[in-house]
């Protein structure tokens, strides 16, 4: 079946660099999207879905310190309420300073996930190690869901 695009979503927590959340050891929701599936439900691509997620945090924090990103599949704004198909830790080795975190994700969602019509996916952060991590931004969660395969 051709290759059909669903949806295309964005999620904007900060466009500038000039925030002051701290971050701990406990993840904190920066990115929530909804993508929308319900064109492929009853349909031969309804198991062909496949989801592709990218998100930037500015931070700022020293060596010893580890930021983790986690991308949550279904659930709620509370970590592990959904399926965390997505993990990367970044060190922030090279001393003090502020970084960019860029990440790309991608998911095969289950079909029970695809029959729902849509599919809610979550951006957590956290940081581990001291002193404190500071989310700068700017903060963006995107993601693009299409259908299909490339043979007919």
Known sequence: MTIQFLDSRLSLNRNDSAG????????????D???????VVGTANEGNVRV???GTIGVSGV???????????GGSAIFGSGVIFYTAAVDLMD???NRLITFAAAD?????????????YTMFVAAAGE????????VSFNGLAQAGTTTS
């Open 33 to 39: 999207i909804g993508l929308q599936t319900a064109a």
């Open 52 to 54: 592709e997620l990218w």
């Open 95 to 97: 001393g003090p300073g």
């Open 20 to 31: 002051t959340q701290t971050l701990s050891p406990t993840p904190v929701l920066l990115g």
């Open 108 to 120: 095969f969602p289950p079909a029970l996930f695809v029959a729902n019509r849509e599919i809610r």
């Open 63 to 73: 060596a010893a310190s580890t930021v983790t990103v986690y991308v949550q599949r």
């Open 131 to 138: 002193p404190v991590v500071t989310v700068l931004g700017p």
